[in-house]
């Protein structure tokens, strides 16, 4: 792992239930040399991508990410540009969205939405990155994404998130093959224990570029529902990756069998 | 300059005019070894701090950026918290307002309005950062902050933007026993030629943590106005400062001598 990598890990652990980081907790988190760790810091802060707390010293993300982040939204409006998107999914299903970019061998959320019409929702935390073999997202991309980001992934040690997260390589990949089947991935709690998800493939220019999702409690995941929120899914991730500059690939097509025939 | 501020600073190469940038234009920017820059960037991209452009292989902001950036929000809503007050100052006094925070040697925006009530109106790029030595924020900040950041802008040379720019460490100094008096800097034509600006320090838990500021065109600058812009200022900066969890500076406080003379 180089410098680099080694610094920008420690960004990493930072969430919003975890804002503050003191030195002696990254040293035991990361297990590192202190001195080293300490030295990483030290260059992040200098950089404004860390700050101090006055008084306890304990690090915070810093300022040049929030104008490094508007310098990406002004140029290239994901965010804005999702935004709508997931807000009338969320409203036309009734359940939480979610669309993540991925970042690495994760998805990086970037946008959720929630009407929050039932007493039980899903909690969603746009903080957290989305592991790519224990989320619905994730298998929308290992499915749809480029070959070598799936070998990669399935040549790891793929972590339990649940006790129902498929972790074995062979099953992972049966899952990979129905997924590409059906156009969408559905997963029943993978990643949370009573959270039934389905998500779709995001393409952009070059390909697949991250995925759009629906969560429900699993108590409410009735297959009937399941299957109408599969289609709607579908039409908005179209909307979307036309947006994103993408092609519109046949298997998120939202047209009904009749009409697609009418338009080979 | 250690590997890791090497490979941030060719992040901060980018601004919303300058969304991609190429291997040839990082190295050409930068002056520094291919070899070297195209390891950098090959870091940074899988970390999610860059992407590269399917085709041209162009390099622009990646979406880890968006993600630390809302979780460092979450946490510590510094934009959520000063917009509205940003927003309240700018329709009060009708001109541009902007706050900045400090990031490094520099201040990096963090959020401006502009009511737009007049045909010619300041252009603010938020994705660029300010120098502290050109600008009423950096002015503001230089009087009222650390030794050590004063002491250190004042040894390095001080780069011309205009002709107005003062790039004499002598004359800054004088500038800076000026804006202690008065708790307001004032610049004209200082960062752009047709611009006057006035800044006030804002304040954290641990001392001056950045700025805020009202830029007009020169030509709507006349003393009564500023004056007016001073005393509104003030007050906007000190419910800033009081929300971030500063301490409340008697030089900020907008009550008239009279008033003061009755809470001493």
Do not use: C, W
């Amino acid at each position: 792992m180089g410098t680099i990598t080694k610094a920008l890990d420690l960004l990493d652990l930072f969430s919003s239930t975890h804002p503050e980081i003191g030195l002696g907790e990254f040293t035991r988190l990361t297990g590192r040399d202190k001195a080293t760790v300490h030295r990483h810091l030290t260059e992040l802060a200098e950089n404004g991508f860390l700050e101090q707390h006055p008084l306890t010293r304990a690090y915070r993300l810093g300022p040049a990410l929030l104008r490094l982040a508007a310098v990406r939204e002004a140029a290239f409006p994901m965010r804005k540009l999702l935004h709508p998107i997931v807000a009338a999914l969320a409203e036309d299903v009734g359940e939480l969205a979610h669309a993540s970019l991925l970042q690495g061998d994760a998805l990086s959320p970037v946008v959720h939405a929630d009407p929050k019409l039932h007493g039980v929702s899903v909690h969603f935390d746009e903080s957290e990155l989305l592991p790519l073999h224990a989320t619905s997202s994730g298998l929308a991309v290992l499915a749809f994404g480029p070959d070598a980001l799936r070998e990669r992934v399935l040549a790891r040690p793929l972590a339990h998130h649940t006790g129902q997260t498929v972790t074995d390589p062979t099953a992972l990949k049966t899952l990979i093959v129905e997924v590409r089947k059906t156009g969408v991935a559905r997963l029943e709690g993978a990643f949370d224990a009573e959270v039934t998800s389905q998500g779709v493939p995001l393409y952009g220019e070059g390909g697949v570029i991250g995925a759009l999702s629906v969560a429900v409690p699993s108590i409410r995941a009735q297959p009937e529902k399941l299957a109408e929120i599969a289609t709607r899914l579908r039409a908005a991730a179209q909307e979307a990756s036309r947006s994103l500059g993408g092609p519109s690939p046949s298997h998120s097509r939202p047209l009904p069998h009749a009409a697609r025939a009418a338009h080979p």
